[in-house]
């Protein structure tokens, strides 16, 4: 690979997978000439495989969860206090009985097994699922749907953007 596609990859990374991110990552890194098949690979796949398919969960859902919540840093923390992979927050991570929050697989199978209960829990609605990791499922029960948080808002639109992506990603594409 030659220099200025990394240089290319690095930044197309970075922009991708800041927290203000809403475009698809596919599109960014497009316009800038590269093939984001060719040169992206994900981060802890084998931890999102395995977890997906413990927990009966698209694997492109939790990798999307995951570039959302923490940009694939297992050691992120938020100023809320959720800490790793996918932003556990102290509750879940009791109510989920993690003993290491920061072991990218235990912080993987927890929020899967999160992401899954919820699904269960709303139905199969994507969307409210994602609104009730974000805002908690009480948010989604008291407005019998989406909160009218922007917050919120945002972030199911980021994690479907993501999700969109992972979904013909090769990394992932043969376990869906």
Known sequence: MNTRVIILFKLALI?????????????????????????????????IIYAAATHRIDPAIIAAVVAVESNFNPKARSYAGAAGLMQINGVTARYLKIKNIYDPKTNILAGARYLSELLEKFNGDTKLMLAAYNAGPGAVRKYNGVPPYKETRRYIEKVMNFFRFYKNHPDLSKFI
């Open 15 to 47: 922009a991708a997978f800041s927290f203000y991110c809403a475009r698809p990552v596919k599109v960014f890194l497009e316009n800038r000439g590269v093939d984001p098949l060719s040169v992206t690979s994900i981060k802890y796949v084998e931890h």
